[in-house]
């Protein structure tokens, strides 16, 4: 299985900045897609960045709302995948979570997740 751990979380004023990252383990080798979620209560959880392939060339998509303000970026040989924020709003405030997709081929399952951590931006 695809082990997935968020940290980067905390407090921030409304136009800062924050960056995520996600240490991604176990077996990793039909991952396909990397990508960040969030949540928060009483909503569904919602997609906000997403990298697909590898290295420098993997294609990217973005929320609207984070377009211009959010940048993910997958490295392969740290195993990571950053979220890295700025021009922060109260919006934003959710829970953030790490996500893999591994091909059907793969032994991992399709989706896997981490815990999360939580971002919260005041005005």
């Known amino acids: 299985q695809v082990q997935l751990v968020e940290s980067g979380g905390g407090l921030v004023q409304a136009g800062g900045s924050l960056r995520l990252s996600c240490a991604v383990s176990g077996n990793t080798v039909g991952i396909i897609a990397l990508g960040w979620y969030r949540q928060v209560p009483g909503k569904q959880r919602e997609l906000v960045a997403v990298v697909r392939g590898g290295g420098r060339g993997g294609a990217v998509d973005y929320d609207d709302s984070v377009k211009g303000r959010f940048t993910i970026s997958r490295d392969n040989v740290k195993n990571t995948v950053d979220l890295r924020m700025s021009s922060l709003k109260p919006e934003d405030t959710a829970v953030y979570y790490c996500?893999?997709?591994?091909?059907?081929?793969?032994?991992?399952?399709?989706?896997?997740w981490g815990r999360g951590t939580r971002v919260t931006v005041s005005s």
């Open positions: 996500n893999a997709k591994s091909a059907p081929w793969s032994a991992a399952d399709y989706d896997s």
